[in-house]
């Protein structure tokens, strides 16, 4: 099976950095992604991770360690659009009908 | 196009009834899949279909009957639902469930818009 986990909530200003952890046990690893959700619509897609190492893409940026079942996203740059739900998921073996299953989420308030 | 499109966007439906989701996407991907979704909740997996065979049942009760007519299309057939169910369901689909390491975006999961469920 899979357990995901971040945290419940965090707070930031606008224009600092915020750093969303998320740490997985898995029977089988095929992928890390991140995902933002704004209330009432449906995720979209930020990064993903297969590899270890660090991807950047703006403002955005994810790390992953396998070894250490380890995560994180980081915002630079906040802004007030930026507060959204930022789901963390894995997504298990292809052998495991590639499973994708997410942590619990963690909700990101930016204020001025 | 990194598009899944959803249909309808909301539905009410009463408990006899009968209604279906529908997902769609030409993006030639090859795995699709379901998801429910309740407020403040993370998406909870349903199904996953491979190369338009069911792989992953997550046990959902038979009310709920997935459907993959063609590579392109995924239906959710709805029946004799409880109030419970009113979700945001939502679809989505991956470009290959045979790749294993590909570490660039291309091999990402999109999610369509959902499907705004209310079972009355």
């Known amino acids: 099976g899979q357990n995901i986990d971040q945290p419940t909530e965090m707070t930031a200003t606008e224009g600092a950095i915020v750093q969303i952890n998320c740490t997985y046990q898995t029977s089988g690893f095929n992928g890390l992604f991140w995902y933002q959700q704004h209330a009432g619509e449906a995720p979209t897609f930020l990064s993903y991770n297969v590899l270890d190492g660090l991807e950047e893409k703006g403002r955005f940026s994810s790390f992953l360690s396998r070894s250490k079942g380890y995560s994180y996203l980081l915002l630079k740059e906040l802004q007030m659009k930026d507060s959204a739900s930022y789901l963390c998921?894995?997504?298990?073996?292809?052998?495991?009908?590639?499973?994708?299953?997410f942590g619990g989420g963690t909700r990101v308030l930016v204020k001025p | 196009d990194t598009e899944v499109t959803q249909t309808p966007k909301h539905l009410v439906m009463g408990m006899t009834n009968k209604k279906s989701l529908k997902c769609e996407q030409h993006m030639g991907h090859r795995a699709m899949y379901w998801y429910k979704q309740k407020a403040k909740k993370p998406p909870e997996l349903m199904f996953v279909?491979?190369?338009?065979?069911?792989?992953i049942n997550e046990s959902v009760p038979s009310r709920f009957s997935p459907e993959c007519p063609n590579s392109s299309l995924l239906n959710l057939h709805l029946h004799a639902l409880q109030p419970e169910d009113s979700a945001l369901y939502l679809c989505a689909s991956n470009p290959s469930p045979l790749t294993v390491s590909r570490p660039h975006s291309g091999n990402t999961i999109y999610f369509g818009e959902g499907s705004w469920l209310t079972v009355v």
């Open positions: 998921a894995v997504r298990g073996l292809v052998t495991a009908g590639n499973k994708l299953t």
């Open positions: 279909y491979s190369y338009e065979k069911l792989s």
